[in-house]
Structures are given as C-alpha cells and as structure tokens.
C-alpha cells in the first residue's frame, strides 16, 4: 500500500516557545500529525511544542515528530488488538 501524497518533505509553519519555525515532513506524516492534534484538541502548535519539550538533543524535531505519530498509532493498534 503506498500513502497518498507527495513523498517528498514540504516544509510546514509552527510556533514554539513563541517563535516561528518550520519542520520539513512528508504529506502523510503530516497528515497524521494534524490527526493526533485534532483527537487531542489540540493546536499543530501545541503538540509540536509537546513533543518539542519531550525530545532529546541529539534528535531532530521532525524526526521526533515521526516517532511520535508511529508510537501513537502503534498504541491504537495494540488497544485494538
């Protein structure tokens, strides 16, 4: 199954710590970060800041972003299985 969407990282606005900044991901990653922001009722912002706050140093944003999105749907897999 291939995801929908152009495979290439765009880049995408986000303000954290209240500044402007961007993170390069892919269409799907991207739409599955807009997701988990809205079942959680938040703002793209608000997670990112999140996830932003839990990563490490030696990680980058959008790839903390990924493994965010991967481990949450991991989570969903295994509740339903």
Known sequence: MTP??????????????GHRTSV???DPFWRAF???ARERNMSISALA???????GL??????????H???HYRAMAERQA
């Open 69 to 71: 999105i991967l481990a």
């Open 34 to 36: 807009l997701e988990i």
């Open 24 to 26: 390069s991901l892919e």
């Open 4 to 17: 929908k969407g152009d495979l290439r990282p765009r880049k995408h606005s986000l303000t954290l710590k």
């Open 58 to 67: 030696d990680c980058g944003l959008a790839s903390a972003i990924r493994v």
């Open 49 to 55: 800041s999140e996830i932003d706050a839990a990563r």
